[in-house]
């Protein structure tokens, strides 16, 4: 059962990111939907997995923000970057996290 929960929330982090790229706001939520879904039956499962893979969305972006700027602009891309990362980390949390976490409960329940 672990085994799904971790296949999903990476499945559905794959999915949120590919889908992002092309709609932002129904890329967080498609992504939860497929994390919720892999994870398994139940609601709390579900929500516990789309949030996860929003999370962990958010997280990457956050990183490739800090080495992006440091590759490009040295010692002040990394301040910069650290800066940036820091503001867009805590909004990709609460976005991503709750878009994901919304598509992980409806996947929760429907297989509930």
Request: hydrophobic share 65%; proline share 2%; charged share 5%.
């Amino acid at each position: 059962m672990a085994n799904n929960f971790w296949t999903g929330v990476i499945v559905g982090w794959l999915v949120g990111l590919i889908l992002g790229f092309l709609l932002p706001v129904i890329g967080p939520l498609v992504g939860g939907f497929v994390a919720g879904w892999l994870a398994g039956r139940g609601i709390e499962i579900g929500a516990k997995a789309g949030l996860l893979a929003g999370i962990l969305g958010a997280i990457v972006i956050a990183v490739l923000l800090l080495v992006g700027g440091t590759v490009f602009l040295g010692a002040f891309g990394f301040v910069a970057g650290l800066g940036t990362s820091l503001v867009i980390i805590v909004t990709a949390f609460i976005y991503q996290g709750i878009l994901s976490l919304i598509g992980g409960v409806i996947a929760g329940a429907i297989r509930r």
